[in-house]
């Protein structure tokens, strides 16, 4: 596959439960990320990656972890959320942090019950 | 510290008929502008972007945008709409030095009226 893929597309959980969002790039990109689109609200800003490094946590709750094992891997786990977390959660990728332009994957709608 | 405006959350217009998208910006260095699309249950698809040199960029799909420095913005247009512009658009901002943070606009519904 060609692009960013996210898995889920789709995901509701409890606020017990604990989850991982997936996100794969074939791009060879060295910088990857985590956004937060809320109905209404502007894109939040949650992580950054660079060369599997993290280079920004933008005061996310310690309920969402992180993790990026590789250049081309991120995973976003998660527990005991919160209603309030239900989004859509959007990774992206792009080649340096040079800020040249993003690749979107499609995004994990994530609903909290 | 940088802002992106975009004016107006709806915006309809007829099939056939001009769109224009606003974006203003503020940066108080040279900055990189970008415009993204989003479908519905989409992610976000670039359109166009502006780094340096020509201040007309051409996208996909028809889209274009002029940046002018004067006026601090940065507007899409496309000529003619058709029905699949329907979508959500986004402007961002970002620094062409420094630090790397994109900062995006609440983003424009456009809808297509036919």
């Known amino acids: 596959e060609t692009g960013v893929t996210q898995t889920p597309r789709h995901l509701v959980m409890g606020m017990t439960n604990k989850k991982s969002l997936k996100c794969e790039q074939h791009?060879?990109?060295?910088?990857m990320y985590w956004y937060k689109q809320s109905a209404k609200k502007p894109l939040e800003l949650m992580f950054v990656?660079?060369?599997?490094?993290?280079?920004e946590n933008n005061s996310v709750p310690s309920r969402f972890s992180p993790e990026c094992p590789n250049s081309s891997h991120l995973f976003l786990h998660l527990h005991t959320l919160q209603p309030e977390d239900s989004a859509l959660y959007l990774c992206?990728?792009?080649?340096?942090?040079?800020?040249?332009?993003?690749?979107f994957g499609s995004g994990t709608r994530l609903t909290v019950v | 510290a940088q802002s992106v405006t975009q004016l107006g959350s709806h915006v309809s217009v007829s099939e056939g008929a001009l769109v224009l998208l606003r974006c203003n910006y503020s940066?108080?260095?040279?900055?990189?502008l970008f415009w993204y699309v989003q479908y519905p249950n989409q992610g976000l698809q670039l359109l166009l972007k502006?780094?340096?040199?020509?201040?007309l960029v051409k996208g996909i799909n028809g889209f274009e945008a002029e940046f002018k420095k004067s006026e601090t913005s940065f507007h899409l247009t496309k000529p003619s709409a058709h029905m699949s512009d329907a979508a959500e658009y986004f402007c961002?901002?970002?620094?062409?030095?420094?630090?790397?943070?994109?900062?995006f606009g609440t983003g424009t519904r456009l809808k297509v009226l036919a």
């Open positions: 791009l060879g990109h060295n910088a």
């Open positions: 940066s108080s260095v040279p900055p990189y």
């Open positions: 961002a901002v970002t620094q062409r030095i420094g630090t790397y943070k994109y900062i």
């Open positions: 502006y780094t340096t040199g020509a201040t």
């Open positions: 990656y660079n060369f599997k490094e993290q280079t």
């Open positions: 992206a990728s792009s080649q340096d942090l040079q800020g040249y332009g993003y690749t």
